[in-house]
C-alpha cells in the first residue's frame, strides 16, 4: 500500500505541475491525458502489447534454459567450464544495443531479432546464478555421495539441481523484468512492431501521450512480472529451506 500511495502522489504531483505550469502536451503530456489515450485507444495498445509479451516470454524460457544448460555443462566438465565461462562473461559483456545492427543483418528485421535480444538479456543471469547454486552444496553432502559411490549423473540429479534451484529462481527474477526492457528497445531500435514500435512512431508523430502510454503499458508489464517471480521466489525458498 506505501508504494502504491507514492506511485499515487508522483501522479498527482505530475498532474498538478503540467496543469500549473501550462506545459504543451507536445513536451509533457499530463497523466490524465495519457490515460484517456489508453482507454480511448485499448486496441491499439493491446495489438502491440500482446507481440511484446510473447517475445519477452519465449525470450527469457529460451535463455534461462540456455544459461540454465550451459551452467550444467560447466559443472559437469572443468574443461568446459574453463572454455565457456569465459566465453559467457565476454559475450554477457557486450553493450547489446551493439549487437542489434549486427543480429538484423544475419536474423533479418523482423520478431526473430528482437527475441534473440531477449535471448541474450535472459541468458546471464541464468548461467551466473545457477551455475552458483551447482557448486552451492549442502556440508558435506558431496562427500556422503561420494563414499555411497553414487555417478555423476545422480549427483547432478538428486543433489546439484536441487540445490540450485533457489539461486535459479533468482536469475529467473531478474530476467522477468528485463526481458519486457529488452524486447521493448530491440522493437525501438528496428521499428519493427510492439509496444517499442508503438513507443518510437508516437514520439516521431510527437504524440507524447501515447508514447508514454506504451512506457506505462511496458512498466507495469515489468513490474507485475518481477512482483510475481518474487513471490515465487519466496515459496522456492521456504520450501527448499
Known amino acids: 500500500m506505501r508504494g502504491i500511495a507514492g506511485v499515487l502522489l508522483?501522479?498527482?504531483?505530475?498532474?498538478?505541475?503540467?496543469?500549473?505550469?501550462?506545459?504543451?502536451?507536445?513536451?509533457?503530456?499530463?497523466?490524465?491525458a495519457i490515460l484517456g489515450d489508453l482507454t480511448g485507444n485499448p486496441g491499439v495498445?493491446?495489438?502491440?502489447?500482446?507481440?511484446?509479451?510473447?517475445?519477452?516470454?519465449?525470450?527469457?524460457?529460451?535463455?534461462?534454459?540456455?544459461?540454465?544448460?550451459?551452467?550444467?555443462?560447466t559443472w559437469w566438465s572443468r574443461v568446459l567450464a574453463g572454455l565457456l565461462t569465459p566465453l559467457g562473461i565476454v559475450f554477457a559483456s557486450v553493450p547489446v544495443v551493439t549487437l542489434i545492427p549486427l543480429l538484423a543483418r544475419v536474423l533479418g528485421y523482423d520478431s526473430k531479432t528482437v527475441l534473440a535480444i531477449v535471448v541474450i538479456i535472459c541468458f546471464f543471469p541464468a548461467f551466473v546464478f545457477t551455475t552458483a547454486g551447482l557448486r552451492a552444496l549442502p556440508a558435506g553432502s558431496a562427500d556422503l555421495f561420494r563414499v555411497l559411490g553414487a555417478p555423476r549423473r545422480r549427483v547432478l540429479w538428486l543433489l546439484a539441481l536441487p540445490a540450485a534451484v533457489p539461486e535459479w529462481a533468482v536469475a529467473l527474477r531478474l530476467a522477468a523484468a528485463n526481458s519486457i526492457l529488452a524486447a521493448m528497445v530491440a522493437e525501438f531500435?528496428?521499428?519493427?512492431?510492439?509496444?517499442?514500435?508503438?513507443?518510437?512512431?508516437?514520439?516521431?508523430?510527437?504524440?507524447?501521450?501515447?508514447?508514454?502510454?506504451?512506457?506505462?503499458i511496458a512498466t507495469v508489464i515489468s513490474v507485475v512480472a518481477f512482483t510475481a517471480i518474487s513471490r515465487l521466489e519466496r515459496v522456492i525458498r521456504r520450501d527448499w529451506a
Open 45 to 73: 495498445y493491446l495489438d502491440s502489447m500482446g507481440q511484446t509479451v510473447l517475445l519477452a516470454v519465449g525470450g527469457l524460457v529460451l535463455g534461462t534454459a540456455f544459461g540454465t544448460g550451459l551452467a550444467v555443462l
Open 10 to 32: 508522483v501522479l498527482l504531483g505530475w498532474q498538478l505541475w503540467v496543469g500549473l505550469a501550462g506545459i504543451n502536451s507536445i513536451v509533457m503530456p499530463s497523466p490524465l
Open 189 to 216: 531500435l528496428m521499428g519493427t512492431s510492439g509496444l517499442g514500435y508503438l513507443f518510437a512512431a508516437a514520439r516521431s508523430d510527437f504524440d507524447m501521450a501515447r508514447a508514454l502510454g506504451a512506457s506505462a
